[in-house]
């Protein structure tokens, strides 16, 4: 299978098109919630909540007084839920079942997502919700919901509390207020998409979000083609990275978000021509800015926080031997023939089409500072492909090491992510629940239709899936220049004498992906093809026809 697929119309993916603020003031209540789903609980309260947006699986609903913001899960097609109007609170099969998905997605974000994302990831909480609170917390966002999202008229009562990563941290609040020369906080959510694709899958001039592209062009989903391309934003060449930043700004489309106050100024839904506004409100300058200086000045600034190595806390030896394990991106024999699955008349199709018009995507690449934002993003990206370099210096593909930390490493994948709800292993055996199946498995030796290094392979290209799909969350406010020195340096990016800011990186949109997405997958990658064929035959005729 050729990667070529762009996931924003995924179940598991929040595309977040809608997200538009609105207050609810409604009574508060408390919640309770299971000890034995988390180690930390707290009430909840609905009281002046606002919410934030919804996608395809969830609803997000903040709170600002909190600066956090809770996520509910929303009833997916092939599932049923209790009423949130029933009056029985008591735990039923349901409820089990979703404090089960919920903890797993937590220790997911805990023991695998943070091994590779580190402090730009933080973990969250586990909260609960009694169904009469849920029934009225809907019934008051209902008229601001998107039409074609209201069909979904139940949301599970067990959710997740995050930070809201549209404000500065909670460990920055104690700063004195004179230290900013800006009021207000200003926030960037960035969609970068998938930023690395090995040789032996650079089969087409252009790259997976280009492509897909031609797709949303094809399906009327966009007016016309974006020019940013996520293997510029990762190349870690300045000049390829800021043109990248301005291409986002001209067409946003979900890849792109500006916030001012937790509320959206900027997005797709916005006219090019409030950029300037929104731009010259980002910092306070004597200076009579142009359009063009404040881009400049805009791409500046959000190149050089992506580029910046922020404090990283200190991992366990555990997830530093995973994260480590990954900063070498050999390309192993066996998995080079894993492309040879896409229809070749389509890739020879539409290679020979780009040919004829001249297109195609920059690939090559700096390295990345290590610890930067988008090296931890792109250690995650690049896991289908790793082998292991041993200490020695010998080459051992990450099937067969037999470095005892990398064997924990995979047996805290498995036991963690999203793969066990399709396959539980129980002692020697392994039960395929979509067929009801039973096969053989063992870690030492392989079976007649599932092997070790099958299943670790699966599971780093789940974990690829979800470094693909996330978003960086950039937050910054200006400084006085003179109050530089009473400010954590470390979280200091200064772009001019006069122009500086405190800082803050997150990375959002984290969950494990479902193998129920792997036939997707490919299905859309199909699609895409056939999408770019018409697309450029018409371009194509068009020219000839002129």
């Excluded at 293997?231 to 489309?253: H, N, T, V, W, Y």
Aim: glycine fraction near 2%.
């Amino acid at each position: 299978m050729i990667r070529i697929n762009d996931d924003e119309d995924e179940d598991e993916d929040r595309d977040d098109n809608e997200i538009r603020s609105m207050m609810i003031r409604d009574g508060s209540s408390k919640h309770d919630v299971d000890s034995s789903t988390s180690d930390s609980f707290e009430s909840l309260s609905v009281k002046d909540c606002i919410y934030r947006g919804e996608g395809n699986a969830n609803i997000v609903v903040s709170l600002p007084h909190e600066q956090k913001v809770i996520r509910f899960r929303k009833s997916l097609p092939r599932e049923t839920l209790p009423d949130n109007n029933d009056d029985d609170d008591d735990d039923d099969d349901d409820d089990d079942d979703e404090k089960i998905r919920v903890k797993r997605e937590v220790e997911f974000v805990r023991h695998v997502v943070s091994g590779y994302l580190g402090s730009y990831v933080e973990i969250p909480e586990i909260v609960r919700y009694d169904a009469k609170d849920v029934s009225k917390l809907l019934e008051i966002i209902r008229q601001f919901r998107p039409e074609k999202r209201k069909y979904k008229k139940k949301v599970k009562r067990y959710a997740m509390k995050m930070q809201d990563y549209v404000f500065l941290p909670s460990k920055f609040a104690k700063l004195d207020p004179d230290s900013f020369k800006s009021k207000s906080t200003f926030a960037v959510e960035i969609k970068p998409k998938q930023g690395y694709q090995r040789k032996e899958e650079q089969r087409l001039q252009k790259c997976p979000y280009c492509l897909a592209q031609y797709y949303k062009l094809k399906k009327k989903v966009i007016d016309d083609r974006s020019s940013y391309c996520p293997f510029d934003l990762f190349s870690g060449d300045e000049k390829r990275m800021k043109g990248a930043i301005e291409c986002l700004l001209r067409s946003p489309q979900n890849n792109l978000k500006i916030f001012k106050d937790g509320t959206i100024v900027y997005d797709h839904e916005f006219s090019t021509n409030d950029l300037e506004t929104v731009l010259n409100d980002c910092y306070q300058t004597v200076d009579i800015c142009t359009k063009e200086t404040t881009v400049n000045l805009f791409s500046n600034l959000i190149c050089a926080i992506l580029l910046h190595s922020y404090p990283q806390c200190k991992r366990s030896e555990l997830t530093q031997a995973m994260f480590e394990r990954n900063r070498f991106y050999h390309i192993s024999e066996r998995d080079s023939q894993v492309i040879r699955d896409t229809n070749e008349k389509l890739i020879s199709k539409t290679k020979k089409l780009f040919y004829l018009v001249q297109e195609r995507c920059k690939r090559e690449c700096n390295n990345l500072p290590k610890n930067c934002v988008l090296e931890r993003i792109l250690s995650m990206q690049r896991l289908p492909y790793v082998e292991h370099e041993d200490s020695n210096g010998n080459r051992a593909d990450n099937w067969s090491s037999t470095d005892s930390k990398i064997r924990e490493n995979i047996e805290l994948i498995k036991s963690t992510n999203r793969w066990k709800e399709n396959f539980s292993c129980y002692n020697e055996e392994c039960i395929d629940k979509s067929n009801n199946k039973i096969v053989e498995y063992n870690s030492d030796r392989t079976s007649s239709n599932i092997i070790n290094k099958d299943l670790i392979a699966l599971q780093n290209y789940l974990l690829f899936c979800t470094a693909r799909d996330c978003s960086i969350l950039i937050t910054f406010r200006q400084l006085k220049p003179e109050a530089l020195l009473s400010v954590p340096q470390e979280y200091v990016i200064k772009i001019s004498e006069d122009l500086c800011f405190l800082t803050s990186v997150n990375v959002s949109d984290l969950d494990p992906k479902s193998m129920h997405s792997i036939e997707r997958h490919r299905q859309r990658d199909i699609n895409i093809l056939d999408a770019v064929i018409s697309i450029l035959k018409e371009e194509l005729s068009l020219n000839d026809h002129q």
